[in-house]
């Protein structure tokens, strides 16, 4: 019975290392202000009302919907926010689907280069967007 039960210990474990890796997909924005680049990783959600913004600077906010499921919803979202005094204002939202379409390899991704600009103190945030496959293991 123990040569049963290791044998079969052993062979579940060569099964797991030899698993297929499955990709998980995820949008990759890169937001320019006050002359600094960073990153904002948005990763698959099932309902968009849980995804948080991010502030950039004193003045923006940033928040990027990546809804792949259900199909008639999937979508990349993006807002950006006037961070005012009494709450967050959208001054900006733009809308694409998922997949997208066309080729990833383009210079400023599936969104092309967006320049959104404050009113009141003249600032400027730019950003794009593409997607990335992270490897990841089940």
């Known amino acids: 019975m123990y040569a049963l039960i290791s044998r079969w210990l052993v062979v579940c474990a060569f099964a797991l290392l030899a698993a297929p890796a499955f990709a998980a997909?995820?949008?990759?924005?890169?937001?320019?202000?006050?002359?600094?680049?960073r990153l904002l990783v948005a990763r698959p959600v099932h309902?968009?009302?849980?995804?948080?913004?991010?502030?950039?600077?004193?003045?923006?906010?940033?928040?990027?919907?990546?809804?792949?499921?259900?199909?008639?919803?999937?979508?990349?979202?993006?807002?950006?926010?006037?961070?005012?005094?009494?709450?967050?204002?959208?001054i900006h939202q733009a809308s694409f689907p998922y997949p997208p379409p066309g080729s990833a390899?383009?210079?400023?991704?599936?969104?092309?280069?967006?320049?959104?600009?404050?009113?009141?103190?003249?600032?400027?945030?730019e950003y794009w967007c593409g997607m990335e496959t992270d490897a990841a293991t089940p």
């Open 25 to 37: 997909p995820s949008v990759v924005c890169h937001y320019t202000y006050g002359g600094e680049t």
């Open 105 to 125: 390899a383009t210079a400023y991704g599936f969104t092309g280069r967006h320049s959104v600009y404050e009113p009141v103190r003249d600032t400027e945030l």
């Open 47 to 90: 309902s968009p009302y849980g995804v948080p913004s991010i502030e950039v600077g004193s003045y923006f906010r940033l928040r990027v919907v990546f809804q792949d499921s259900p199909p008639d919803l999937a979508s990349v979202k993006v807002y950006t926010y006037a961070n005012r005094e009494e709450h967050p204002v959208l």
